[in-house]
């Protein structure tokens, strides 16, 4: 059996994949621990599944009588643009672009009352950096997993807009965590010290 597996993405993907990079900054801006994300090519387009489908996936190989090649993938593309827009959508800021090419720029259009304190709409979330780009880009990967779909009866079940959203609630969360525990070691060396 052999599997051919598109972009699989979850909160624990690695922070160096432009998913996650994405979701992270999102947190840490919204945060005020960071104040801009850098990308690469706005306009590539990959094929974003769950890691929990293609696990799915994975498993219908393996209990299959007949061994096989199949392709993983959702057949839908977004591109890196859309799943930055949409990242800050759920984190409560609406990206307006501006500009083209090399010096687009991610633009807070409207935010939601709770960030007014710290970030204000006109703000320049999102730039691109030369360095990100990379000289042998793909534009377009996506698969075909009409196969696996047939063979297996697998569908993918979760979609883009929840995959988003559950990874950046995820990276949210962790922050928030992590700050919190940062509050509370601050409180006790603090405590400590007045001893």
């Given at each position: 059996?052999?599997?051919?597996?598109?972009?699989?993405?979850?909160?624990?993907?690695?922070?160096?994949?432009?998913?996650?990079?994405?979701t992270r900054a999102l947190a840490r801006i919204?945060?005020?621990?960071?104040?801009?994300?850098?990308?690469?090519?706005?306009?590539?387009?990959?094929?974003?599944?769950?890691?929990?489908?293609?696990?799915?996936?994975?498993?219908?190989?393996?209990?299959?009588?007949?061994?096989?090649?199949?392709?993983?993938?959702?057949?839908?593309?977004?591109?890196?643009?859309?799943?930055?827009?949409?990242?800050?959508?759920?984190?409560?800021?609406?990206?307006?672009?501006?500009?083209?090419?090399?010096?687009?720029?991610?633009?807070?259009?409207?935010?939601?009352?709770?960030?007014?304190?710290?970030?204000?709409?006109?703000?320049?979330?999102?730039?691109?950096?030369?360095?990100?780009?990379?000289?042998?880009e793909v534009g377009l990967l996506q698969g075909?997993?009409?196969?696996?779909?047939?063979?297996?009866?697998?569908?993918?079940?979760?979609?883009?807009?929840?995959l988003v959203r559950m990874m950046v609630e995820?990276?949210?969360?962790?922050?928030?965590?992590?700050?919190?525990?940062?509050?509370?070691?601050?409180?006790?060396?603090?405590?400590?010290?007045?001893?």
């Amino acid at each position: 059996v052999n599997g051919i597996l598109f972009n699989h993405e979850s909160p624990r993907r690695g922070e160096t994949f432009v998913s996650r990079k994405i979701t992270r900054a999102l947190a840490r801006i919204k945060l005020g621990l960071q104040d801009k994300l850098y990308l690469g090519n706005l306009e590539a387009k990959r094929d974003w599944g769950h890691a929990k489908d293609y696990v799915e996936a994975m498993w219908l190989m393996l209990q299959h009588s007949d061994p096989d090649d199949y392709v993983i993938a959702t057949g839908e593309t977004h591109s890196v643009r859309e799943f930055a827009a949409l990242a800050f959508a759920h984190g409560g800021i609406e990206i307006e672009w501006k500009g083209h090419g090399n010096s687009e720029k991610g633009i807070v259009r409207t935010l939601t009352s709770a960030l007014a304190s710290t970030l204000k709409v006109g703000d320049c979330l999102i730039e691109i950096d030369p360095r990100y780009l990379r000289p042998l880009e793909v534009g377009l990967l996506q698969g075909d997993a009409s196969k696996a779909r047939g063979k297996l009866n697998w569908e993918p079940k979760v979609r883009f807009n929840e995959l988003v959203r559950m990874m950046v609630e995820s990276d949210m969360n962790e922050l928030e965590e992590m700050r919190h525990c940062q509050d509370v070691i601050r409180k006790l060396s603090n405590n400590k010290s007045k001893q």
